[in-house]
């Protein structure tokens, strides 16, 4: 079995050295025995600190072909007028390409796992598959986007498939209740249901889609899912822009999780999320990107600082502080999409980010979350592992060059 040893890395405010056994943290303590030495590929880490990485609850990765392609416009006109025609022309190829893209910058920024609603999710799992992260692949399902056939095919590809290694798991993903009828989101909620798979779509993004949503169902769309029998553990929301009190009680009660794109939120002028209620409430909130498209990038890091910053400006200063706000980019993502990891801690699965103490953005180090939640940026990152092993070394990801040229070669034939 692979063993990696990380020597002398600061962990909190502590030195610790850190045994990875395959793909699981072994231990973690002060001083590991010379027989965990045998065999073992030792780094030593002096002057850097280990982290847990970031976990992207929401994105449409090969949506980075599109990044700055249509901008300063609400949704709706975005969507309808500029994205879904640019979509249209997308080949599988294209989508390889795009993923491959996303997936490098995600990696550069400290980010191991994603979880993706977008098309030909087929190109999207190779790319995880090559590159070594994490993913949830949505088997996304939309009758106003796609042919009736295409919608089985979907369906059917869910009946043979659901585990498509260990790093890489599938998510049926209605993609909103405004692009889906109500006949196929609820079969979408019972193939979720019974074969135990993350249900995943869009949820009270824009007041556009509250009111329509009333005037078609008499009630929110939180409410919808309730009576779709659609909350409970296996559920997460994209954005949730717009719940009102009891749409976040049915959220917290039902153990549904939330994720919140606060950047493409206040980008497409869509609004600003409850933040304090949804913690108050007790409701399972995590972050995520969205797509390039909107964002305009796939920067976590970003995300965190932004969520902790806003949730003061609406309730107080020491709301949601650094180690909170951390855990909704890390751990609650994680807990949401049910992988046992987003934490240094012995028998969760090995992922970390190494962070150099000596990058000016982390000088002086008071206090080590609160500099990299409130002051670092990806630029201090120097090492990322996931599932046991280096995916980023030394700010290097195999093969970067030839990525970036395929990707601006993809998009300006795209664009013409």
């Known amino acids: 079995m692979q063993k990696l040893v990380l020597k002398s890395v600061m962990l909190g405010n502590e030195i610790r050295d850190i045994l990875i056994s395959g793909n699981k943290f072994a231990k973690v303590t002060r001083s590991l025995t010379e027989a965990d030495y045998k065999n073992a590929e030792v780094v030593n880490c002096s002057g850097l600190a280990i982290l847990p990485p970031f976990y992207n609850g929401h994105c449409h990765a090969a949506m980075t072909l599109l990044r700055g392609y249509a ?17 249209a022309k997308l080949t599988p190829k294209d989508i390889r390409v795009g993923s491959r893209l996303a997936v490098l910058e995600m990696i550069k920024s400290g980010t191991v796992f994603f979880s993706d609603m977008y098309w030909h999710r ?22 106003a986007l796609q042919t009736p056939e295409l919608t089985e095919a979907s369906f059917k590809f869910l009946k043979d498939h659901r585990m498509e290694s260990d790093r890489v798991s599938l998510a049926v993903m209605p993609h909103s209740i405004y692009t889906t009828s109500e006949k196929t989101f609820k079969r979408c ?19 556009k889609e509250i009111r329509d949503c009333k005037k078609q169902y008499g009630c929110t769309p939180v409410e919808l899912m309730d009576k779709f029998g659609a909350l409970g553990g296996n559920f997460v929301a994209a954005h949730c822009v717009h719940l009102n009190d009891s749409d976040i009680t049915l959220m917290a009660e039902s153990c549904s999780a939330a994720i ?7 980008k497409l002028s ?46 107080s200063a020491e709301k949601l ?16 999409y049910g992988i046992p990891a987003g934490a240094i801690a012995e028998g969760l699965l090995a992922d970390a980010i190494l ?48 990525i970036i040229k395929e990707a601006e070669q993809t998009a300006r034939r795209l664009a013409k």
């Open 260 to 266: 919140l794109n606060l950047c493409s939120n206040l």
């Open 189 to 207: 909620v019972k193939v979720a249901k019974e074969e135990e798979f993350i249900l995943h779509t869009h949820l009270s993004e824009t007041a």
């Open 270 to 315: 869509s609004g600003i999320p409850k933040i304090p209620k949804m913690l108050e409430n007790g409701m399972l909130v995590g972050l995520g990107t969205d797509g390039a498209s909107s964002n305009n990038n796939l920067d976590m890091h970003e995300e965190m600082k932004l969520a902790s910053l806003l949730t003061k400006v609406a309730s």
């Open 122 to 143: 087929e190109e999207t799992i190779k790319v995880v598959e090559e590159m070594g992260i994490r993913a949830t692949i949505g088997v996304t399902i939309a009758d």
């Open 71 to 87: 901008d300063d416009m609400p949704l709706q006109e975005w969507l309808t007028k500029h994205i879904w025609p640019f979509e």
């Open 321 to 336: 502080p650094a180690s909170e706000a951390l855990k909704m980019a890390t751990s609650n993502v994680a807990i949401a």
């Open 355 to 402: 962070v150099d103490l000596k990058n000016e953005s982390m000088t002086p180090c008071h206090n080590l979350v609160s500099n990299w939640v409130y002051s670092a940026d990806r630029s201090a990152i120097k090492h990322v592992i996931c599932n046991g092993k280096f995916v980023m070394k030394n700010r290097r990801v195999d093969g970067e060059a030839d």
